[in-house]
């Protein structure tokens, strides 16, 4: 394994994966808890309880996979006239938009509950929005490093 083949692109796209799904995936993305009532607990989620973080974690690990397929020397499949650059930017580019979709949105309260539940986003959805943002980042760079050697897109008939 020559990590000396990884682009800077690469770098980006792995480190960004790696930190969505470990650390940042793990931490409290929202927590939950009683207004008002001294010592009561609070409840957290993290990335894997909202449907659009989970799924940005797993296109995360896809695009590591990529990644990494590239330092044992995979030769990865031509995708029609579509270039992985391509891919990896749109594939991060969704992540991001996950990620801050439900930055945006946050987590709902059940009704008439807004009075006694606080809900407040914590340092793992921040963490997740730069990570997927880096994605988006890398996925990008991989485009551009692609169009500056040419040759990457295959040939059209």
């Known amino acids: 394994m020559d990590l000396t083949k990884l682009t800077m692109s690469d770098k980006v796209i792995a480190i960004s994966g790696i930190l969505l799904f470990i650390p940042i995936s793990f931490l409290d993305w929202f927590a939950a808890s009683a207004k ?20 940005a974690v797993l296109i995360g690990i896809a695009m590591v996979v990529v990644v990494a397929l590239k ?3 995979v030769k990865l499949p031509s995708i029609g006239n579509v270039s992985w650059g391509t891919c990896l930017l749109v594939a991060g580019s969704v992540a ?13 309260v059940p009704d008439g509950a807004e009075d006694i539940i606080d809900i ?7 963490l997740g929005l730069v990570a997927s943002a880096g994605l988006a980042a890398g996925g990008y760079l991989r485009l551009q490093e692609e169009k500056a050697g040419g040759g990457a897109t295959p040939p059209t008939a």
């Open 36 to 55: 008002g009532i001294p010592g009561a607990g609070s409840s957290g989620g993290n990335a894997w309880d909202f449907t659009l973080t989970w799924l």
């Open 71 to 73: 330092l044992f020397d």
């Open 96 to 108: 991001f938009a996950f990620v801050l979709i439900k930055t945006i949105a946050g987590v709902s």
């Open 120 to 126: 407040s986003r914590k340092i793992g959805l921040f």
